[in-house]
């Protein structure tokens, strides 16, 4: 049974950073494509970004230019570094990986303060 446990959520101001970790409980080289989502109250989920097990990258055109999807292999570790962090990126942030079967973490809060 795979298991992701995303950490490093919590309260930041608005232009600081915040870095997620999503730690998966096998090889992240079993998964095609590996990714964060994020879901705000009354909202649903979105995708932030996405990292394929090729190495391409996909982010929502909201957090270009400010997040970063990146693993490494030697952790079984994806991450989502966030910079110049908005009150709009207040949410849960939860970590996705696939392969033939779908999986997700528990999510971890981010919250921005304005």
């Known amino acids: 049974q795979v298991q992701l446990v995303e950490s490093g959520g919590g309260l930041v101001q608005a232009g600081e950073s915040l870095k997620l970790s999503c730690a998966a409980s096998?090889?992240?080289?079993?998964?095609?494509?590996m990714g964060w989502y994020r879901q705000a109250p009354g909202k649903q989920r979105e995708l932030v970004a996405t990292l394929t097990s090729g190495g391409f990258t996909n982010y929502a055109g909201s957090v270009k230019g400010r997040f970063t999807i990146a693993r490494d292999s030697a952790k079984n570790t994806v991450y989502l570094q966030m910079s110049s962090l908005k009150p709009e990126d207040t949410a849960v942030y939860y970590c996705?990986?696939?392969?033939?079967?779908?999986?997700w973490g528990q999510g971890t809060q981010v919250t921005v303060s304005s």
């Open positions: 096998g090889s992240i080289f079993m998964f095609n494509t």
């Open positions: 996705n990986a696939r392969s033939n079967y779908l999986y």
